[in-house]
């Protein structure tokens, strides 16, 4: 079975400085999706930044980006100058490809703090 | 602005109430899920439905059930609440021919069980 491993509960960064956020992953698929999903105070989950497994380029998405490193299953998320409304629980996430009907997987999750 | 719509933000009910969890999306999506979020362990699929009157058990169904009627409505109802329901709901959808897009998801249900 997949599974998604965050060996950070809690991290902190000070303001405007740069961040990065483990996460690893044990599947036996070749073709899947990696997910960073961020949760506010408010609840409210949002999509942070997607990478498929197939792409070697690293996905970005403004000052967050992703090092994706396929054979070690490895896909940690970088958040460059870190600004207050970045601190919240962050999700690891995992879904196989090629089939309509399966699930996302999540890791525990990191909570993030931002310092001022 | 397309969402996914949980009805409730709080809930406090009694052990051995049914309990009835809803939500309601708007962009047509074909999928849902219901996650039970706790601390440490992330989100945990309980149900999902990828059509109409269609459900899957996730990884922990036990003590709870599933209905989907309608499309866009997709409701979880713990027939006899324990105190360890006690939890985050969170409700999401997806567009089935869009694997790439991930999930919306409502803002959650913070269910206590008393």
Redesign the interface.
Known sequence: AQT?T?SQ?EMSVQEAETVTLSCTYDTSESDY?L?W?KQPP??????VI?Q?AYKQQNATENRFSVNFQKAAKSFSLKISDSQLGDAAMY?C?Y?R?GT??D??I????TSLSVIP | DVKVTQSSRYLVKRTGEKVFLECVQDMDH??M?W?RQDP??????IY?S?DVKMK?K?DIPEGYSVSREKKERFSLILESASTNQTS?Y?C?SRD??L?????T?G??TRLTVV
């Open positions: 998604v965050q509960p999706y997910f999903y408010s609840r409210q989950m949002i999509l997607r498929e999700f996430a879904r490809s309509s009907y699930k996302v999540f890791g525990p999750g | 074909e999928n899920f996650y440490g362990l992330g989100l945990r699929l999902f990828y899957e996730g985050m969170l999401a089935r021919g694997e790439v897009r991930g999930y998801f803002s959650g």
